[in-house]
């Protein structure tokens, strides 16, 4: 296994950072993530351009370096022999003696890392999953797509802990994201999702699956989601890069609709999944 550290591939075992990384330090860093489908990387334009928005929200600037990027992990795609992976892009401001103001001059820290990808076991997409609910204690800016996930790793333990497989975000009694994903849920036979704000992350998968359903002519609305309203829900399902769609059947204990995976659902797992594999 191989990393691009920089400008180099180096073996994993020797892929190092400085003590100092200002990643590691502040979790200045912004990240992406990029699935695999059968040696082609889908909608890699999109992640690149919400990477791009992110060094700029957190004044990390790549210059160049953020152009050669595509070409240098197709380059290491390429060399790690996957067909169905995930490639994983990290940028730090870079490493400096420990200090809150950021240096003038200081150059970036970049990796990548393609690892295997496989969508969730078959047993989850049948049954589904369980989650709870959590106050959305995050900073004000989730669009950024920052690697400062300590509140959303808190909650996922939480989650554990309740023997369930995730948490959503709750602020101001709305509904806004899961631990690592965008919510959907259908109410009255449409389709609907929390709207774009920069407390929720304009997921890329979230973005597709609008324009799939809009093609599709299936009614779907960008509406805030009250959670008196999530537990009444027909269907609840959360979506990801790497996850794909992932059906929800019981939140906070309580079965959603029927308590199983519902027929908007496996539609749009259908949609979804012949749209990323090209068929």
Not at 24 to 44: C, D, K, L, N, T
Not at 65 to 72: A, F, G, H, K, V
Not at 268 to 278: D, E, F, S
Request: aromatic fraction near 8%; glycine fraction near 8%; charge should be neutral.
């Amino acid at each position: 296994m191989e990393v691009l550290l920089n400008d180099r591939f180096v073996p994993y075992e020797q892929a190092v950072v400085p003590v100092d990384d200002r990643g590691y330090q502040f979790a200045e860093s912004v990240y992406e993530v990029i699935r695999v489908y059968r040696g082609q990387p889908f909608e890699m334009e999109r992640h690149m351009r919400r990477l791009r928005a992110s060094l700029e929200a957190v004044g990390i600037d790549l210059g160049s370096r953020l152009e050669d990027l595509p070409s240098r992990c197709l380059e290491l795609l390429s060399r790690s022999g996957l067909q169905e992976a995930a490639i994983y892009i990290q940028v730090s401001s870079g490493a400096t003696a420990r200090s809150h103001l950021l240096p003038p001059g200081l150059s970036p820290t970049v990796v990548a890392i393609v690892s295997p990808a496989s969508p969730p076991p078959e047993k989850v997409r049948q049954e589904g999953i369980g989650v709870i609910t959590v106050p959305d204690n995050r900073w004000a800016l989730c669009y950024v797509k920052t690697t400062m996930l300590l509140p959303n790793t808190m909650a996922k333990r939480r989650a554990a802990e309740a023997g369930c497989q995730d948490a959503l975000f709750i602020r101001d009694g709305f509904l806004m994201e899961s631990t690592a994903g965008n919510a959907f849920a259908v109410l009255d036979g449409t389709l609907r999702t929390p709207p774009k704000s920069n407390y929720i992350l304009h997921g890329i998968t979230r973005e597709i699956l609008l324009e799939l359903a809009r093609k599709e002519q299936i009614p779907c609305f960008e509406d805030p989601i009250p959670l008196t309203k999530l537990y009444d829900a027909d269907e609840l399902f959360i979506t990801g890069t790497v996850s794909e769609l992932v059906p929800i059947a019981r939140v906070d204990g309580k079965p959603i609709g029927a308590g199983q995976p519902g027929p908007m659902f496996r539609r749009l797992l259908g949609l979804y999944r012949r749209y990323a594999l090209g068929e």
